[in-house]
């Protein structure tokens, strides 16, 4: 169920290109992208100096070859071209500049994934959370999260997720065996947030079946705890962990 859900999820908020591939969009040149980087800085630059090079040149760094100057002025022209690239929804022909652009795509995949699942989360907590079981064995989850914004709370428009039903006598089995796979990215999955992404019928079901949110209702550590006594340590699996993101670390200056 996990990963099936995953692959799902992933595709789902990914959208179409979503591979970091590039298909179906247009080759841009190193060339092709400073042009379109130096019309946008046009503006705010005298005409002289609307050159990515000249732009990003380090007054300090005039010996290229010591120091970092250069390395860093050249790392951030890549960043920059990267950028250009994928605003003007092309990919990029230069190697270092394509690894780039997919690095970027999957920093903003893995944010709008976890931004997805932490809006289901405060849903749930907050109790905004509706359930309609169909014949067909599936159930509708509608839920809203709490939106403060302009300096009143509100929430920020009802979803809508279909997910198969899991039984309550089901769930603690289910939460048991998964509890039982040490590896990291299992482990991970376990966390609320990661699980709404990962595995929706897991979470909605603990959400259901455990009485997470709502007046008087627990929090995660709690309904989990109640519903599969000391398999893991849900407390500290209920608190949410953010990764350190691995910033370009297949970048490779030219």
Avoid: C
Avoid at 166 to 177: D, E, G, K, M
């Amino acid at each position: 169920d996990v990963p099936a859900s995953a692959a799902v999820a992933e595709r789902t908020i990914a959208g179409p290109g979503g591979s970091g591939e590039g298909a179906g969009r247009r080759h841009l040149t190193v060339a092709d992208i400073d042009g379109r980087v130096a019309r946008r800085t046009a503006l705010h630059a005298a005409r002289q100096a609307v050159s990515t090079a000249a732009m990003l040149a380090d007054p300090d760094g005039e010996d290229d070859d010591g120091g970092d100057g250069g390395a860093a002025a050249r790392m951030a022209a890549d960043l920059m071209r990267a950028a250009e690239a994928s605003a003007a929804g092309g990919s990029a022909v230069d190697p270092t500049i394509a690894s780039l652009q997919n690095a970027f795509q999957a920093v903003v995949q893995e944010r709008a994934m976890e931004a997805e699942g932490n809006r289901k989360v405060s849903a749930a907590v907050a109790g905004s959370v509706t359930f309609q079981s169909l014949a067909d064995g599936r159930l509708v989850v509608r839920y809203s999260a709490p939106d403060v914004a302009a300096g009143r709370v509100g929430h920020d428009g009802e979803r809508t997720e279909i997910v198969q039903d899991l039984p309550a006598a089901l769930l603690p089995l289910v939460l048991r065996v998964v509890a039982a796979d040490q590896s990291p990215a299992a482990r991970q999955n376990l966390a609320p947030a990661a699980m709404a992404v990962a595995s929706p019928r897991v979470f909605w079901a603990i959400v259901r079946h455990g009485g997470v949110g709502g007046g008087d209702g627990i929090g995660f550590a709690e309904a989990l705890e109640r519903l599969a006594p000391g398999a893991a340590d849900w407390a500290s699996i209920a608190v949410r962990e953010r990764r350190r993101p691995e910033r370009y670390s297949e970048y490779v200056s030219h």
